[in-house]
């Protein structure tokens, strides 16, 4: 048994659905609808965003690298150990590596990118061993919804 099992599933699904929310947030703004919250050992939410790229003309927007930011400020320190990340489609390969420099504990997310994934799809950042730190990964989680939005959102762009 692995310390990945010992995880609290229904738990994983409600965080992800506060991160679910944040997605809907940043859709509503024109922003991809992509969105993160990050939790700690307690259950307790230390930040949440959706993707902010384009209102703030920011190439680094990234749902993920705002809860980062805001939880790093909130906490005093850039190590945000013992933490768990929830984002809604899988982290590209700056979002991953920025969450091994904030020593993330884990990461949960929902959609697959095959595109960019930095988790599972193309890259395996994080678990691959060739950095520093690594992180317990769940991949799937309430998958079909965080991919709907995202398919939704493309489809009313067109």
């Known amino acids: 048994m ?27 703004m024109g922003e991809v609808p992509v969105g993160a919250v990050l939790v700690d050992a ?19 927007g990234h749902a993920e690298i705002l809860v980062l930011r805001a939880s790093a400020k909130k906490h005093g320190n850039y190590r945000l150990p013992c933490t768990t990340m929830y984002v809604t489609l899988e982290p590209c390969a700056m979002c991953a590596t920025a969450m091994i420099q904030a020593r993330v504990k884990r990461i949960v997310f929902g959609a697959r990118d ?19 730190h690594r ?24």
Do not use: W
């Not at 692995?2 to 991160?19: H, K, L, P, V």
């Not at 930040?47 to 209102?55: T, Y």
């Not at 095959?114 to 520093?132: H, M, R, W």
């Open 42 to 60: 307690h259950g307790t939410i230390i930040a949440s965003a959706g993707n902010d790229c384009i209102s703030s003309v920011d190439p680094t």
């Open 135 to 158: 992180f317990l990964v769940t991949g799937g989680v309430r998958e079909d919804e965080c991919g709907q939005i995202l398919k939704d959102f493309f489809k009313s762009r067109r």
């Open 2 to 28: 692995t310390e990945q099992d010992f995880y609290d599933t229904a738990q994983d699904y409600i965080f992800m659905g506060n991160a679910l929310e944040c997605a809907a947030d940043a859709a509503s």
């Open 114 to 132: 095959p595109k960019a994934g930095g988790l599972q799809s193309v890259y395996q950042i994080g678990t691959d061993g060739l950095l520093n």
